[in-house]
């Protein structure tokens, strides 16, 4: 999901301990708990891409007022996100579409593209959707707050350890889509079934950890996930300061 970044990364020494203050000490972490939003869903039904794209460009309308005035508080812009759809995979961010994603996210577009096949059409109305919108606006935020840039110039000794930058990334993302979906749970008027049916889809599916290792284990996912969805605070979302056991 972090479209060409990964390309752009840096040999050199060892990456972690981090000591990059815009990655652990990053005004993101400073603005506070986010404010109840009001982000009512539009309808879906299966097999409707017409409905879907409505829902999601939704969706994203209200993440893009939520984070600008969230990040308001810290003197932070926030330029919107936009949101664009491909039936099946291709190029796009100059690259092509990598197997096993729903979605990517393409910094220098400001832009995530979702992948609107037969398994995701199949289930529009799960809050797997909301949650894959929620999670590629995440590096819309990690991009604007200059976290994405910061990561990608780290060096780093080998694989091993772009791998694990990787999954600070993408857990930290999961978490920040948690903070969002927390942030407008009320006005979704969804049953609490909803949500324990997404965490143990979360913790059941190795989509994160069968990405070449790259998103981090279901289990820390869905860890990441439940702190932002609980503290609607992204200083619960500082995976550049976890230990390497939270971040596997």
């Known amino acids: 999901m972090r479209a060409l970044l990964v390309s752009l990364l ?21 603005a506070g708990q986010m404010a109840e939003v009001d982000c009512p869903e539009k309808t879906v039904a299966v097999g409707d891409r017409d409905r879907t794209r409505r829902y999601l460009r939704s969706l ?4 893009n007022a939520a984070w600008s005035a969230h990040m308001g508080k810290v003197g932070v812009p926030m ?14 961010c100059g690259v092509m579409w990598r197997q096993g994603i729903q979605g990517q996210y ?8 979702v992948l609107l096949d037969q398994r995701l059409l199949a289930t529009p109305h799960d809050l797997s959707t909301f949650l894959l919108a929620a999670h590629e606006y995440g590096h819309h935020v990690q991009h604007m707050t200059g976290i ?3 990561e990608v110039n780290l060096p780093t000794s080998g694989q091993d350890e772009e791998l694990e930058r990787s999954r600070r990334v993408e857990l930290q993302s999961e978490c920040l889509a948690g903070v969002f979906m927390g942030s407008a749970w009320k006005s979704l008027n969804r049953p609490a079934a909803d949500l324990r049916n997404l965490r143990r889809m979360m913790t059941l599916d190795d989509d994160g950890g069968g990405i070449n290792g790259s998103h981090g284990s279901p289990r820390n996912r869905e860890a990441w996930f439940t702190r932002g969805f609980e503290s609607r605070d992204a200083k619960s979302c500082n995976t550049f300061s976890a230990n390497e056991p939270r971040v596997g």
Do not use: H, K, Q
């Open 148 to 150: 994405l840039w910061a």
């Open 106 to 113: 393409c910094p220098a577009d400001r832009r995530f593209d």
């Open 79 to 92: 330029p919107p996100a936009g949101v664009g759809f491909v039936n099946r995979p291709e190029v796009r």
């Open 10 to 30: 840096l040999l050199g020494g060892t990456a972690y301990p981090v000591d990059d203050p815009v990655l652990t000490g990053n005004l993101l972490y400073r």
């Open 60 to 63: 994203v309308d209200c993440m």
